[in-house]
């Protein structure tokens, strides 16, 4: 980014003291009792298992937490020496769901949003949109419409927003979970950039720490009920607690990868075929084109390549909810409803429901119940199995997905992966023949990863033909049996000039 564009100002201070958050209508508390000091300008890795309250604390500091009606507050949470919500225009965060933080139809005044609502003058805007942009390598015309971008272009545009303000404090949560891994190290290199011109204050919320340990100067470790169970510089803490780190979920350098004994079914027969297949929105051009694609019982297939190639759009395809753009998508022999009805995108819900179902990449798109327990039995229930056995099955998927616990709650108040493990674990308990999973292990602690991991395998080996869209090059590593990698689309030209 243009140095002379971005006067250097002081980093935020926070301090929390005793403080705590209980969610409305949750019984236990988010966080509780947080003592924690972070002077100007230090760069904070905030780790911790899924669920433990890393997000809570982060929405806290960016005074998005909201009043009474939304929860209980105790204690005292503070930026600069006041409530956060007295210094929004030094706080910049990009939240865990990038859907959520995009506002604007246009990806220009996306980025502009937050400089014009306070107040930056008209004539520094624009630079500022466009060194923004290009720092977190998001080369689109300033007119492109935000609907049509991908997960990951979503999330390099929240960044881009937040870094053009020259906030204070900068907090990341979940940053570079939905980007491809090149676009991993731009983001951070991005990001650290803007500190090093601005002063600004780092709080990086990330479960994944190798790509964040060179560049932060501190390692904090939030326990499972919110509580700091380590705090120190990076190499020493890392150390000094690996085993603790690594039996509470927290991925920890180098850490051996888990071993997946797999069996699959002797006879792979075809469910899903797709010839000169080619996917893209109803309107706009096509994404990809071409494609020849099969898709057996008993098989993990993968889907990867960089952020904006169409991947989602090609899980959405399979998955009978948008029409291909050209081509054919049909299903092979007996997985068909009837011989003359093959084409998934014309099937009726309850025949896709026992044949193709999907985790789509943003949870909450799939939630329609108020409990945790009433989701995952929605499914079982619409094809009128709502046994007692289902009922015992629905249980013990929720306590190995470690959300027993959670079965009361509002699917919408849980943290972004146990949003993540509850989608998916609703698409399991139908056993359609094929899933297809977009990004399903985003959010995801190391525990928790290495359960979802064993369970597609089984789900695979009992017969089901696993499609997951991911940028987690461990798990296609250990999982993939076939590998579909989508090519990346000529980048359009990004608009120039000022508006």
Known sequence: MNPAAQPRARGAGVTAES??????????????????????????????????????????????LGGAEDGRE??????????????????GMVLQDPDSQVILSRVGDDVAFGMENFRVPRAA????????????????PLTQDTAHLSGGQKQRLALAGVLAMHPGLILLDEPTANLDPAGVVEVRDAVTAAADLTGATLVIVEHRTKVWLPVVDRVVVVGEDGDIIADGTPEQTVQRESAHLV???????????????RHPPAHAEPLLAAA????????????????????????????????????STL???????????????????????????????????????TRITSVFQDPEHQFLTATVRDEILLGPRALKRGTAET?????????????????????????????RRLSVATVLMTRPGVIVLDEPTFGQDRRTWEELIHLLAEIADEGTAVVAVTHDAEFVHILADDRIDLPALAAPQPAGGTR
């Open 19 to 64: 403080w705590g958050w209980q969610h409305a209508g949750q019984r236990g508390w988010a966080v509780r009792d947080l003592d924690l000091s972070i002077e100007p300008g230090q760069r904070v890795l905030l780790l911790g298992p899924s669920g433990s309250g890393k997000s809570t604390i982060l929405h806290g500091l960016a005074g998005l």
């Open 74 to 91: 105790a204690g005292r949470l503070h930026v600069d020496g006041a409530r956060p919500a007295e210094r929004r225009s030094r706080i």
């Open 125 to 140: 805007i624009w630079p500022r949109v466009h060194d923004a942009l290009r720092a977190v390598g998001l080369s689109l």
């Open 247 to 261: 039996r509470s979920g927290i991925w920890v350098p180098d850490a051996p990868a888990p071993t997946v004994h």
């Open 276 to 311: 000169k297949l080619s996917v893209g929105h109803r309107t706009g051009p096509a994404l990809q084109s071409g494609l020849d694609l099969e898709f057996r019982r008993g098989r993990i297939t993968t889907v990867s390549g960089p952020n904006g190639s169409g991947k």
């Open 315 to 353: 899980a959405l395809t399979l998955g009978g909810l948008l029409p291909p753009r050209d081509g054919t998508l049909e299903a092979v022999g007996a997985f068909a409803p009837s011989p003359k009805n093959r084409q998934p995108v014309r099937w009726r819900s309850k025949e896709l429901l």
């Open 391 to 419: 009922a015992t099955l629905g249980d013990a998927l929720l306590e190995r997905l470690r959300l027993a616990h959670l079965a009361d709650q509002s699917p919408y108040t849980l943290s972004g992966g146990e949003k």
